[in-house]
């Protein structure tokens, strides 16, 4: 009988650790920004989606918004949305019913509250708002839980520190307005990273999702120290400058395994799906296409998904192909080429290079070279097919500082306007020098030389010389060279580059994972 109790003890001993170590497991943290397609994807069990426009009983996160964008977006007003002007939620009898026959749910409250373009409230409004669900759904089901909404920003020490300043003022204005701390069980911010950040995964991580946890633990003097943190939105914001998918691809798999450990709960790629815009302009961030097909980048993070925890790979730094001694491309083989890095938009060789794309709703589009270059004589033919203001450009970066920089901050840009103005420019400077009428007639292809000696640049345009400037701040030494358009349809063509016998290059293995 003893030895029978014994086993009996352990037994339940061991069936109470089992159940201790299941509460212990968190959930998986891999989710989707938008709604409809976590099954598409053979998400795992537990990965969430949510709804900016929507309530739906199948999913575990809500999200309530104002009815200022509604208005903004053309869109009807919610019945559970909240009218800004009145404080007062839009249908309060059907939201009362609603969260009765839908307990447990977590109301993310608002998203982008401080964007005009979206919830578009002050932090006073905000707050308001804030208190007014909170009241009317924690009165109706106690075991609801709320997400303080994300705010606008990328992921640098800078938007850090905007996002601590916006929800600290909301906190100190809720308590002093309604007298009492603000309920918070969820913090929750948007997580997105331009291009110029992907290499660099741990600095991400240290600069801007680590110091969120972290002050969260230490706001109202601890009280929200057990509160989750989750990312609604992540990782690469396209209109901070486009990336090909396989380099989004690549820097998930480098990116979200650091994440996993960095303190934060859950996380929501965006965007789930390209399917309200037949553009395509979000298609490089896209789970899925516009025809509903998974993307390869839908692909690669269902994997992860089905694949955490994962250990931390290392994120090596990129070593570039040593520089040819004389490159060329006249775009006659229908594909890309391994040299070319789409960083944004959506070029197609044809016999020429186009980029066809003129209603793009942000900076320009870039298609990088991957060898670096110092003094170089470079040829190529150039045209502006059709844009809608003369102001627009087709153009050439040089000297950039990085494969991902989308503008000229970090090197120069020879570009040419649709008038037949060429221009040279750099971003510190603003334009150094503007040709107007240097060609032509720019819709027909012009032959532009750019040659650059230390830090002397000269210009030719079908043969005649327009330009010959020196930096006499001697800045951008060396660098990556990309074809770029700004808002045009734009070509390109017998593309030539001579490395010059002064060009101090350092030659290297590659290690582009492409």
């Not at 509604?70 to 909240?82: E, F, H, I, L, S």
């Not at 650091?258 to 037949?278: I, K, T």
């Not at 938009?345 to 060898?371: C, F, I």
Request: with cysteine.
């Amino acid at each position: 009988m003893g030895r029978f109790t014994g086993l009996m003890v352990l037994l339940i001993m061991l069936s109470a650790s089992a159940v201790l170590s299941d509460a212990k497991t968190p959930p998986n943290p891999y989710g989707v920004a938008g709604w409809g397609v976590l099954k598409k994807l053979g998400m795992p069990s537990g990965c969430l989606d949510y709804d900016w426009n929507g309530l739906h009983p199948d999913t575990l996160c809500q999200m309530c918004r104002p009815n200022h964008y509604y208005n903004q977006v053309g869109a009807p007003t919610r019945w559970w949305g909240y009218n800004e002007i009145t404080g007062e939620i839009n249908d309060p009898t059907q939201f009362a019913a609603w969260i009765a026959a839908n307990p447990g749910r977590v109301w993310i409250i608002g998203n982008e509250p401080d964007l005009a373009s979206q919830d578009g409230l002050t932090r006073e409004q905000y707050a308001h708002m804030y208190k007014t669900y909170y009241d009317f759904i924690s009165q109706r089901d106690p075991t609801a839980k709320f997400c303080i909404a994300a705010t606008t920003g990328g992921s640098t020490k800078g938007a850090f520190n905007n996002a601590k300043s916006w929800y600290e003022y909301v906190l100190n204005y809720y308590k002093k307005a309604f007298g009492k701390p603000m309920h918070v069980d969820i913090w929750n911010i948007h997580s997105y990273c331009g291009p110029a950040q992907i290499e660099d995964p741990d600095k991400i991580i240290n600069e801007f999702v680590v110091p969120f946890v972290k002050w969260r633990r230490t706001v109202g003097r601890g009280r929200y120290a057990n509160a989750e943190v989750w990312i609604t939105e992540l990782p690469i914001g396209e209109w901070m400058g486009a990336l090909d998918q396989r380099w989004i691809i690549w820097f998930a798999q480098r990116y979200l395994p650091r994440l996993e450990r960095a303190g934060v709960s859950r996380w929501f790629w965006y965007v789930s799906r390209d399917w309200n815009d037949p553009s395509g302009d979000w298609s490089a961030a896209s789970l899925v296409r516009t025809d509903g097909t998974v993307s390869p980048l839908g692909h690669a993070y269902a994997a992860l998904a089905r694949t955490y925890p994962h250990d931390v790979p290392p994120a090596s730094p990129y070593v570039p192909a040593p520089t040819p001694r004389y490159f060329r491309d006249d775009f006659s083989s229908e594909s890309i080429a391994n040299s070319w890095m789409i960083k944004a938009g959506k070029w197609a060789p044809d016999g020429v290079m186009r980029q066809s794309r003129m209603n793009y709703h942000w900076w320009g589009e870039t298609l990088p070279l991957q060898y670096i270059y110092g003094d170089f004589d470079m040829t190529l033919k150039m045209r502006v097919n059709n844009t809608t203001d003369n102001a627009n450009w087709a153009g050439v970066f040089f000297h950039l500082a990085g494969r991902f920089h989308t503008t000229n901050d970090s090197g120069y840009l020879l570009f040419m306007r649709k008038n037949g103005a060429i221009g040279l420019s750099n971003g510190p400077d603003g334009t150094i020098q503007e040709i107007p009428n240097a060609v032509t007639d720019a819709t027909q292809f012009q032959t532009i030389r750019i040659q650059m000696v230390g830090w002397r640049i000269r210009v030719w345009a079908n043969s005649n010389p327009i330009m010959d400037w020196t930096d006499a701040n001697k800045r951008f030494a060396s660098g990556y060279t990309a074809l770029c358009i700004y808002k045009t349809d734009s070509s390109f063509d017998d593309i030539h580059i001579t490395n010059l016998p002064g060009t101090k290059v350092k030659a290297g293995r590659t290690a582009n994972p492409l």
